[in-house]
């Protein structure tokens, strides 16, 4: 398949910097699940686009020392009103683990228009594991401490049609 090659991003995760502890929780900054977006962000595609996955990067600010994995996200596509229907492309239930942060996992996947998704547009959504996803801080200088770290979960994405708002 021809078409537009680009990297799509979700950025809906905070993590606290914390020297004093071995280990801080990823969160999702919102709570919700929530739309990757390209570089001008816009998070849709049209309604009859083919959307391969060619690969997968999850790639955190810090280290410090190892990661916990597997890093476990919900992965979905939605419409406009952003209510995910999983992916199961991605896994079970559209629950993706992510072994090795900071390395590509590229295994193409391609992801069709869920029947269900009509009306002009849809969105692939991601969602953090609450709990599921922490950074060691082991070595983490204090002068981090209270810093806000924020990993990015990257996809990049083979399809036809330009992204819209």
């Not at 594991?129 to 082991?138: D, Q, T």
């Amino acid at each position: 398949m021809s078409g537009i090659v680009e990297n799509i991003r979700f950025t809906d995760m905070i993590a606290v910097a914390n020297a004093a502890a071995d280990w801080v929780s990823i969160s999702s900054g919102t709570g919700i699940p929530t739309p990757f977006i390209n570089s001008t962000a816009k998070p849709f595609f049209v309604d009859g686009d083919n959307v391969i996955v060619e690969s997968i990067t999850l790639k955190l600010p810090y280290a410090f020392g190892a990661a916990d994995s597997p890093f476990l996200f919900l992965m979905g596509a939605a419409d406009v009103t952003l209510v995910p229907i999983p992916l199961p492309e991605f896994g079970g239930g559209g629950l993706f683990a992510f072994s090795i942060p900071q390395w590509e996992f590229a295994q193409p996947l391609y992801i069709p228009q869920p029947a269900a998704l009509s009306g002009g547009k849809w969105a692939l959504t991601a969602d953090c594991v609450a709990g599921a996803n922490r950074i060691s801080m082991i070595y983490c200088p204090p002068a981090l401490d209270g810093d806000d770290l924020l990993p990015m979960l990257w996809l990049k994405i083979r399809h036809n049609f330009p992204m819209i708002a």
